[in-house]
């Protein structure tokens, strides 16, 4: 559940501390002074690869006490929170498989049940969304920017409630979409897209996410946008303009337990980044506090 960079740090500190040792003692040097030198530089790093192991094996310990600490508490202030709810996730561009695996382990615990992944295509394939809708008020959906927008908020909006207009243009908006939407609980999103999109697709595919995220979120019911600590460019920014809960760190334990919470109805920007408000809700005693 997340992995601190100072480890891998210390680590390389440490192998490149022998590196060094061993190619000093390999060198052939000449003269009493150079030889001299090198073994006053060969003892003090020598001495230095010491320390840089035992600070190793400090940090692999209090990692050790972390993760223990993680998996006994963790299921302890996360289970039943959400017992049977239906939630769906929503990625716009790409959905990488470490968030997938970070969510399905934050609502292990929790009783809900992840029924429904959609992975909305970027850039947005306007041609096969049109087609799909030629017999509908969207079949000019390709040329009206209107039009777009009407569709992103209905089909998000329906997401969330129920109705038939996501599975009409499943094919069209979707690169990958499994299992059901409507009626849920809450939706988590995902926004990650891909490079190389051009001025005109990047517009009209920020123009999508942004009015499904406002057919989502019209609902009233919680709407939690997702990232990992690692995720570049930040999407975060995206999330709070569109007034939606936030979790900057959900590969990590203190991430994944405020992602339940907002789930449950705490609002914020949760999570390590500057973008945050704070690192989880203010009470953890009760759900949607």
Known sequence: M?????????????????LA??????????GDALTQTRKNLENSLVGNLQDARSHVEDLNGELGHANEFDEKVYPVLSRDRLQGQRIALIAFGNLPSEIT?????????TGAKLVG???????????????????TRFSEVA??????????TGVGRQIVIG??????VRGGLFSHASGEFGPLDAVIVVRDQPEGMGPVQRSTANALETSMVRGMSGTGLPVVGVESTTTEPSSIGFFQAN???????????AGQL??????GGSEGSFGVKSSADRLLPTDLSEPGS
């Open 243 to 253: 007034e939606l809960s936030s979790v900057d760190d959900v590969d990590t334990t």
């Open 117 to 135: 992944v959609g992975v909305v295509r970027e850039p947005v394939d306007t041609s096969s969304l049109a087609e799909e809708l030629s017999a």
């Open 101 to 109: 695996s970070a969510v399905e382990d934050a609502l292990g615990p």
């Open 258 to 263: 405020a992602l339940v919470y907002a789930l």
């Open 2 to 18: 997340g992995y601190s960079a100072r480890y891998h740090a210390t680590s390389l500190i440490a192998v490149f501390l022998a």
């Open 143 to 152: 040329t009206d920017p209107e039009e777009m927008n009407e569709l992103g």
């Open 163 to 168: 109705g038939t207009l996501p599975e009409v």
């Open 21 to 30: 040792v061993g190619i000093l003692i390999g060198a052939e040097f000449g």
